[in-house]
């Protein structure tokens, strides 16, 4: 589903690489979190997923996609394939929270009879129906994520890129959008989740691929807690843990 292979970037004036050589395979339907200190290269990796940075060296496979083969033109296609999830939202201050999900759809091309019928049910997805009609000032910053999540989800996508999406809630609304992501893994979509926030990895306990200068120094596949160093993780700090709560690689040119 995602394949990175010997992936390189370095941005100039850097002394060192923000990605170094890195190589890892997230299969369909997984849950994987990525994890890091600042500046380890974790938005540099999912720039690079979303084709806003490209590599100096290594090939990017992303649902069956060869990055290498998506031109200039064609990017805005394929990170429509993508569901995306941001820390900020970027919701459209100015519309209701059935047209911020309703907008990207018909970005997508979606006819007006398909939009009607399925904004609704996204936003009963996210439980957000009630809300429908109010503007994002109106909401809390959950409530705001959830619709930054609906829209992203809304056209189905496979995969669901998560860049710190807990970064600026409570704890309580935090786990309320780990859940909510959860349940959108139990449908089918494989999500990628980039975090600081300790207590959500290691209460899920899925895969934890943790970045540091630039490199994979630890890829917890199954169980995972967070850690952000290359020590070995003790067995026993796996089975402390509390499990949390219960959408073919091959080259496409576009």
């Known amino acids: 589903m995602i394949l990175v292979d010997s992936v390189t970037k370095k941005y100039p004036g850097d002394a060192k690489p923000a990605l170094d050589s890195v190589s890892l395979h997230i299969e369909p339907n997984e849950f994987a979190f990525l994890v890091g200190k600042s500046g380890a290269g974790k938005s540099t990796f999912i720039k690079m997923i979303t084709k806003e940075e490209i590599p100096d060296s290594g090939k990017i496979i992303v649902g069956g996609i060869d990055l290498d083969y998506v031109k200039k033109r064609h990017i805005p296609s394929y990170r429509r394939r993508l569901g995306v999830v941001f820390q900020d939202f970027k919701?459209?201050?100015?519309r209701t929270v059935y047209e911020n999900v309703a907008f990207a759809l018909e970005i997508a091309g979606m006819s007006g009879k398909e939009i009607r019928k399925t904004v609704p049910k996204v936003l009963e997805l996210v439980d957000l129906l009630d809300q429908a009609k109010k503007f994002p000032s109106q909401l809390s910053?959950?409530?705001q994520q959830r619709v930054s999540i609906a829209r992203s989800v809304a056209r189905q996508p496979k995969i669901l890129i998560a860049d710190e999406p807990t970064a600026n809630l409570d704890k309580l609304t935090t786990q309320?959008?780990?859940?909510l992501l959860k349940k959108i893994n139990d449908f089918g979509t494989t999500i990628l989740v980039s975090t600081h926030d300790e207590s959500i990895v290691n209460t899920l306990q899925k895969r934890v691929i943790t970045l540091a200068d630039g490199k994979i120094v630890n890829d917890q596949k199954n169980n995972g807690i967070y850690k952000l160093d290359a020590t070995p993780v003790p067995k026993e700090s796996r089975t402390?843990?509390?499990?949390?709560?219960?959408?073919?690689?091959?080259r496409k040119v576009m």
Do not use: S, V
Request: aromatic share 0%.
């Open 91 to 94: 919701l459209l201050p100015r």
């Open 141 to 143: 910053g959950g409530q």
């Open 176 to 179: 309320e959008i780990i859940d």
């Open 240 to 250: 402390l843990q509390t499990p949390g709560h219960a959408l073919k690689t091959k």
